[in-house]
């Protein structure tokens, strides 16, 4: 394993539940009227993610909404938008993850999308829990 592996992905997200992690906080930047739904990089400390959808009636919400599903494998009702429903920042709240498996997802799908492990650079961030 990579001395920079899980770096960027405890950077997207905080842990919640204290003690026992019930799930996660994810920070995102969404592009909504992309051609596809994909992640697509780090942008700050949010995971950058283009949806196929327009943000008209709530549609790039749900189309990302379920995207976060997909990626992590729970289901939709598991994933809420907690802040950010009219901004390209939002916090997604996806229950039912644990911490590890979410960095390992996380760090899967920046891989896919052509993140070297070179641009995660830096100390190891501290997770925050909220």
């Known amino acids: 394993?990579?001395?920079?592996?899980?770096?960027?992905s405890a950077e997207v997200f905080d842990v919640?539940?204290?003690?026992?992690?019930t799930g996660i906080?994810?920070?995102v930047m969404a592009h909504p009227g992309a051609g596809r739904t994909s992640v697509v990089g780090?942008?700050?400390?949010?995971?950058?993610?283009?949806?196929?959808?327009?943000?008209?009636?709530?549609?790039?919400?749900?189309?990302?909404?379920?995207?976060?599903?997909?990626?992590f494998g729970v289901k939709e009702s598991e994933v809420a938008i907690t802040?950010?429903?009219?901004?390209?920042?939002?916090?997604?709240s996806v229950g039912g993850i644990?911490?590890?498996?979410?960095?390992?997802?996380?760090?899967?799908?920046?891989?896919?999308a052509g993140v070297k492990s070179s641009s995660r650079r830096g100390p190891a961030p501290v997770q925050r829990r909220v």
């Open 98 to 112: 644990d911490p590890e498996q979410a960095r390992h997802l996380i760090d899967e799908a920046l891989s896919r």
């Open 42 to 71: 780090v942008h700050g400390d949010a995971l950058k993610i283009r949806v196929g959808a327009p943000p008209v009636e709530g549609r790039a919400n749900a189309a990302l909404i379920t995207m976060v599903a997909e990626l």
């Open 16 to 21: 919640t539940g204290g003690d026992k992690p």
């Open 83 to 92: 802040s950010g429903e009219t901004s390209r920042t939002k916090r997604l």
């Open 1 to 8: 394993m990579s001395p920079y592996s899980g770096w960027v």
């Open 25 to 27: 906080v994810l920070r």
